[in-house]
C-alpha cells in the first residue's frame, strides 16, 4: 500500500511562513492536494493538483511537489490558520491522506 | 451550488451493520464521484471508497471487505453500509465531492459511536 509521511506538528509565530511537508515514493509524479480541518467541522480543500488554489481560499495558501515530497506552504500566516493539514494524493483508485499536521500558530 | 448532508444513528451496536446517508441538494451530483471519509476521535483521516452516480464502486482495501456503497434511483441520496462493527469504527463520517483528483464539497459530517 502507498503510505504519505507528515510532521505531527508545525509551530509557526504569526506573521511568518509556514511550511508542511508530505513525504511518499514517487509522489512528484502524483498530483497532491492539501486540506485544513478546524475543531467540529469537515475538512476544507486548499490546494489542489499540486499548486492550485480552489475559488475563496486566501492566496497566502501556496503548494509545490516534486520528487518525493509535497509541500504546503501559508505565508504571513494568521491565528486562523491554525488546524490540522492533511495531504493526499491517488494510488490508483484509492485515496490516501497523510496522518496530518497539526498547525500551531504561536 | 451542490450541498451535501449525511444522516443516519448516532449510536450502533457492536457487530451490527451501520448504514449512513448522504443526500445532495442545490444541485445534482453530476459526473462527479461521491467519496466517503472517517476521522475517528484522535486520529487522522481515512478514506473508504467512492461511488460513481452510475453506481460504480472503488473501494478502499483496508474497507473492501465489509463495505457497500449504493445510489437512489433519483441521484440525490447515496448510502454506506459498514458490516460487522466495531469500537474502532467510531468515528466522524463524511461524505464528499471528488472533483478531479480533490474533494471540494463536503457535508458536515456525522458522529457514530460503536458501544453496546
Known amino acids: 500500500s502507498y503510505d504519505l509521511s507528515q510532521p505531527p506538528s508545525v509551530s509557526v509565530a504569526p506573521g511568518q511562513t509556514a511550511s508542511i511537508t508530505c513525504s511518499g515514493d514517487?509522489?512528484?509524479?502524483?498530483?497532491a492536494c492539501w486540506y485544513q480541518q478546524k475543531p467540529g467541522q469537515p475538512p476544507v480543500l486548499v490546494i489542489y493538483?499540486?499548486?492550485e488554489r480552489p475559488s475563496g481560499i486566501p492566496e497566502r495558501f501556496s503548494g509545490s511537489n516534486s520528487g518525493n515530497t509535497a509541500t504546503l506552504t501559508i505565508s504571513g500566516t494568521q491565528a486562523m490558520d491554525e488546524a490540522d493539514y492533511y495531504c493526499?494524493?491517488?494510488?490508483?483508485?484509492?485515496?490516501?491522506f497523510g496522518g496530518g499536521t497539526k498547525l500551531t500558530v504561536l | 451550488q451542490v450541498q451535501l448532508r449525511e444522516s443516519g444513528p448516532g449510536l450502533v451496536k457492536p457487530s451490527e451493520t451501520l448504514s449512513l446517508s448522504c443526500t445532495v441538494s442545490?444541485?445534482?451530483?453530476?459526473?462527479?464521484?461521491l467519496t466517503w471519509i472517517r476521522r475517528p476521535a484522535g486520529k487522522g483521516l481515512e478514506y473508504i471508497g467512492r461511488?460513481?452516480?452510475?453506481?460504480?464502486?472503488n473501494y478502499s482495501p483496508s474497507f473492501r471487505s465489509r463495505v457497500t456503497m449504493s445510489v437512489g434511483t433519483s441521484k440525490n441520496q447515496f448510502s454506506l453500509k459498514v458490516r460487522s462493527v466495531t469500537a474502532a469504527d467510531t468515528a466522524a463520517y463524511y461524505c464528499?465531492?471528488?472533483?478531479?483528483?480533490?474533494?471540494?464539497?463536503w457535508g458536515p459530517g456525522t458522529t457514530v459511536t460503536v458501544s453496546s
Open positions: 461511488i460513481f452516480p452510475s453506481g460504480s464502486t
Open positions: 493538483q499540486d499548486t
Open positions: 464528499a465531492r471528488l472533483n478531479g483528483s480533490g474533494m471540494d464539497v
Open positions: 514517487k509522489l512528484g509524479d502524483k498530483y
Open positions: 442545490g444541485d445534482s451530483i453530476g459526473d462527479y464521484y
Open positions: 493526499q494524493a491517488w494510488d490508483r483508485t484509492t485515496a490516501v
